[in-house]
């Protein structure tokens, strides 16, 4: 067998896509594994320009034309791909400059990160988000017993005093020691354990879409689409509900006056939940077309605190998280321009 024969197999039995552009980041080659990496034919891949390919891509077409000219390889670990053909898929990427018929090439080789990676990214940034969390609680907790003194102090004072004009400054310190002690409040965030009983999901996301429906702009509109074989969950109703209004007012925000939120619910099976498997869980999704998350906070979303907003608390999320992980339950996101989606996940008891 010929040294070129050798190599034609290798990369058509190769597991990795493996993609090679021109000058111009068209693709001029493509091997089997790509193929079902794009969804299209060979045929289809060869000559289309690699961004024609996504309608979303973290993908950096400036960096590869740079590493094209100063002929540079890198690699991306989590380079999130939505492709045209409507699939969508994060994987690792290196990109390496190639060099023959005289003309300056790329090849990229992709592998979709797989499960077992996705969960111990997902294990590890619970364990960031529960350390950060625990940290703003601490904080939240050492500043709220000297504050009731200082209220405390400042009542007491104000009894003793008889000008109108000194008790003017009393009342300010309580006022603000009020303030204060609403915020250290939200930021030790819900203490009730839950308290569970057979509640049907729907109805109680409809009552949380009626009350956004009325707060919001006339021109969002809300969309359902909601799965009748779900059954009765037990779960707290009120922490349910404080979760899917969390998500759905920051859509509201998001969406700036006009676009579309849509409410849908489904079964999923063998879902990981922290490194657990649960057999069967409800999924409850909430999707809006507005701008996407700001790349930013994108990797810290969940943890207390973070805010895209100027007159956010940014503490929504974080508290909608502990709610749902209170139940067994996680809620995930995917996000790009045009499409953010939460979705919360509640195992649904075993029977047998
Ligand atoms: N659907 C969405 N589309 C775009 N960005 C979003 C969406 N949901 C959340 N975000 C971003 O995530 C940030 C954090 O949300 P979170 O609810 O935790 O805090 P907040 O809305 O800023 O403040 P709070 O909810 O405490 O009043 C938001 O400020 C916003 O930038
Ligand atoms: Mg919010």
Known sequence: MSVKVIHENIISQMSTAV??????????FANPSAESFCQQSINRLHQQRLMELFSHTTLNEE???????????????????????????????????????NED????????????????????????????????????????????????AAQLLEKELKSVELKE?????????????????????????????????????????????????RDI?????????????????????????????????????????????????????????SRICAAISIKDNGPGIPEAIKDTLFYPMVSGNENGSGLGLSIAQTLIEKHGGKIDVESWPGNTEFTIYLPIEDKE
Do not use: W
């Not at 993609?19 to 001029?28: A, E, F, M, P």
């Not at 074989?229 to 007012?249: E, G, K, M, W």
């Open 221 to 277: 509109e809300f969309i359902r689409n909601y799965d009748p074989s779900i059954p009765n969950l037990r779960i707290d109703a009120d922490q349910f509900q404080q979760t899917v209004l969390n998500i759905c007012r920051n859509a509201v925000n998001a969406l700036d006056g006009v676009g579309k939120i849509h409410f849908s619910t489904r079964i999923e099976n063998q879902v990981t939940i922290r490194g657990k498997r």
């Open 105 to 152: 090439n790329l090849l990229l080789e992709f592998r979709a990160i797989d499960q077992q990676k996705k969960i111990s990214q997902e294990i590890q940034q619970h364990n960031q988000q529960t350390a950060a969390r625990n940290l703003v609680r601490g904080l939240a907790h050492e500043i709220k017993n000297p504050l009731g003194g200082l209220r405390g």
């Open 169 to 217: 400054f009393t009342s300010i310190i309580i006022e603000q020691a009020d303030r204060l002690r609403n915020l250290v409040d939200r930021l030790l965030g819900p203490n009730k354990p839950p308290r569970p009983a057979q509640n049907n999901v729907h109805e109680l996301i409809e009552k949380m879409v009626r009350l956004i429906e009325l707060e919001s702009p």
């Open 19 to 28: 993609l090679v552009l021109n000058k111009q980041l068209k693709i001029i």
């Open 63 to 101: 960096k590869l034309q740079e590493a094209l000219q100063h002929n540079f390889s890198y690699t991306d670990n989590e380079a999130v791909l939505v492709f045209k053909a409507g699939h969508n898929l994060t994987a690792e990427l290196t990109v390496t400059p190639l060099f023959f018929d």
